[in-house]
Every structure is written in C-alpha cells, then in structure tokens.
C-alpha cells in the first residue's frame, strides 16, 4: 500500500506536479506552503483528478521551524508518518553581490536551506520509526558552480547539497533514501518572479539550457527517487554538470566573464 508524501512548496510548479505524480500511485498527500488560498486551489485540482486521495493542506512558512513543526506533526497526525519527504519549497531573487541588502541573502538562505533543514529534521524520526522511506532534496544547477547574479542564492543550494550528501550516508540504516534533484530552468511562477530582479548577464548566461515544463521535471525526479538513486538530472545539460563540473568550472568562469564584461 502506497504510504503518505509530504511535500513543502507543494501548492505550484514543481511541487504541485510531484504531488499529482504521487496521487496518480496512489500516495496520499500533505502539501505545505505559505499561501493559504493557492494551497487550497492545489487541493481541488488533485481532488478532481484524484478523487480517491486524500490530500491536505498544511499552510506554513518553511523558514519558520516552530510553525513548520507544528504544520508536520498535524500532517502525521492526519496521514501517519510519510514514506515520502520532499523539501521543495524555495525562493530565488537575484542581483550583484554589492547591490542587493544582507536581507536578500538572510531570506534566501532561511527560506532555501534551512526551511529544508526543518522539515528533514522533524520527518526523519518518524521516517524512521516507520520502517524507512524516501526523502527527496530540490537544489538547482547553482549548487554545482558559482552563476554571476547568484551570490545570494546559489550557496543555499550549495547546503543543500552538503546536507543531502551527509543524510544519504547518515540515514541510509534507517532504510531511508536520499535524493538531490538539480533541475533547469522550469516554467513556474517562481521563474516569472525571478526575471523581476535577473541582472541582464544572468539571463544570458542561463539561457542556454532552455526552460523545462514542470511535469517533465517532476518525472525525472520521482523516477530517480522510486529507484533510490542520488542525483536526479532532468537533462542532458544537468547530467554534463554533474558530471564534470568540477571540470568545467574554468571554462564557465571565463564564458561568464566575456558576457558580463559586455553587459557592462
């Protein structure tokens, strides 16, 4: 029997179309977000395609660890404990390392890491207790490479990444698997919402990879996941970034720097 998925970010965009590919298996769901009244429009939209499934909405700030814990305990009290824990919830805000205020930065790492910290902390134990599950980590292609524009962002998705490697190992006894997801570029309201503050070299030099659709991202994930394995690149370009981006760092600091220097 298909257990419980906890999703946070769950109400749109990439988390909206985890939950609909883990109702379509027939997992219940607990999606977590900030805004009340989009959380309740993913719920009807699951609802309508799912009628079977029960699915709840659990309006919460991931940066906020005691109203989170207190929106996870609900969760489980509802649902159990989940098989599935996914920390998707994130935000992106650009700009020069100079120009933006330290409250950018500050948001951004609570929000990004810490909020996916909080929920990791307070699922694991029950995950546990309940005999194991998956955990899935949302980072980024930033997490792999320092991206002119991203000095705010990118070293959340850095933790993230650091975090996700230490539970792989840590609670892999506990017969819970981890997996770090790195998607492109995707077509989602936070997508729109970062071009607001996207300096002009940022968007050229993320250009190249193109913009994905949410539910194709969301597959690649959740396939990687069900097989238990660690990294999850929806791509070519992503698996080429894994795969040698240590390799490749060189060369993209120097085709960063042509493109700023022109846009200056």
Not at 5 to 34: M, N
Not at 99 to 115: C, W
Not at 221 to 250: C, D, E, K
């Amino acid at each position: 029997m298909a257990g419980p998925a906890f999703i946070t970010g769950g109400s749109s965009g990439i988390g909206l179309e985890l939950a609909k590919g883990l109702a379509s298996r027939g997992h219940s769901l607990a999606l977590f977000a900030r805004d009340p009244a989009k959380l309740q429009d993913a719920i009807r939209e699951i609802r309508a395609a799912y009628p079977d499934i029960v699915a709840t909405a659990h309006s919460a700030d991931v940066a906020d660890r005691a109203a989170l814990e207190i929106a996870v305990k609900a969760a489980i009290q509802a649902h159990g404990a989940p098989e599935w824990a996914i920390a998707n919830a994130g935000i992106a805000i650009p700009g020069g390392f100079v120009d933006q205020p330290i409250e950018a930065f500050e948001l951004q790492m609570m929000v990004n890491y810490m909020g996916a910290l909080y929920f990791a902390k307070t699922v694991a134990e029950p995950m546990a207790e309940r005999g194991g599950g998956r955990m899935v980590f949302v980072a980024s292609g930033a997490a792999l490479f320092g991206i002119y524009g991203y000095s705010a962002y990118a070293p959340t998705k850095f933790a993230m990444r650091g975090l996700a490697e230490v539970l792989r190992v840590e609670l892999k006894p506990e017969n819970i698997s981890v997996t770090l997801a790195y998607p492109p570029d995707t077509d989602t309201p936070q997508l729109l919402k970062e071009a607001e503050s996207k300096p002009q070299a940022t968007k050229e030099i993320t250009a190249g990879g193109g913009v994905w659709q949410a539910k194709d991202v969301a597959r690649v994930i959740l396939r990687r996941a069900r097989r238990g394995r660690f990294a999850a690149t929806p791509g070519f370009q992503m698996r080429a970034l894994l795969a040698l981006h240590s390799v490749l760092a060189p060369i993209m600091r120097l085709w960063q720097g042509r493109i700023v220097r022109k846009n200056q």
